[in-house]
């Protein structure tokens, strides 16, 4: 089962714009990661923050967690046309598995 | 290429037919996961394997799926008497030994399986 869900399932933005996704989920997690996957492709992992982080950056990705609130953000800045994917959240729990969201649909338009 | 590979990377079949699909992950990974990821989803756990020991299967793992990773190194994943409703995208990823809540998990490509 999904571990949650992710807002908005659907995004378009011009390029240049900033994208904003956010992810919830349901339990206790030691980290969250967030991965993109092209259309019928591969999942790629694109940043990881575990349960004692609050914020994390890596080039163009922002992450923030609010444990408290069992809640997530990914904020890319300057979003490019080759931005467009899906985006999704994975938890880790108590064991090794990842439990992913329901994903977020990225369209950035010329 | 030193990722995940996985092979076929496309497998249409008929109801009933049994498959078999391969995935290779980074060699010096021990940890190897299953998901199956319908359109429109995000992916769902099928399986896990520390080495060749196989620690966690998931409910949606029923009796015609079987998995193995007998030198703990490339793994299997078979569906016997496919049903229209096994149409998904299989995905395999593998991670480093070590703490968990520190590593990524690095997926392949995928098999798409297509039943007719």
């Known amino acids: 089962s999904q571990q949650g869900e992710e807002d908005p399932q659907a995004l378009s933005i011009q390029e240049g714009e900033n994208a904003t996704m956010n992810c919830s989920y349901k339990t206790s997690i030691n980290n969250l990661q967030w991965y993109r996957q092209n259309s019928g492709r591969g999942l790629v992992h694109l940043i990881l923050?575990?349960?004692?982080?609050r914020e994390k950056h890596s080039g163009r990705l922002r992450v923030t967690l609010d444990t408290s609130k069992k809640s997530s953000s990914l904020l890319i800045t300057a979003s490019r046309a080759a931005d467009t994917a899906s985006y999704f959240c994975?938890?880790?729990?108590?064991?090794?598995?990842?439990?992913f969201g329901t994903g977020t649909q990225l369209k950035v338009e010329l | 290429d030193t990722g995940v590979s996985q092979d076929p990377r496309h497998k249409i079949t008929k109801r009933g037919q049994n498959v078999t699909f391969r995935c290779d992950p980074i060699s010096e990974h021990n940890r190897l996961y299953w998901y199956r990821q319908t359109l429109g989803q995000g992916p769902e756990f099928l399986t896990y394997?520390?080495?060749?020991?196989?620690?966690?299967k998931s409910r949606l793992l029923s009796d015609r799926f079987s998995a193995e990773r007998p030198k703990g190194s490339f793994s299997t994943l078979e569906i016997q008497r496919t049903e229209q409703g096994d149409s998904a995208m299989y995905l395999c990823a593998s991670e480093p030994s070590g703490r968990s809540s520190y590593n990524e998990q690095f997926f392949g490509p995928g098999t798409r399986l297509t039943v007719l």
């Open positions: 394997f520390q080495n060749e020991a196989q620690l966690e």
């Open positions: 994975a938890t880790k729990g108590g064991g090794n598995k990842l439990t």
């Open positions: 923050i575990r349960s004692n982080e």
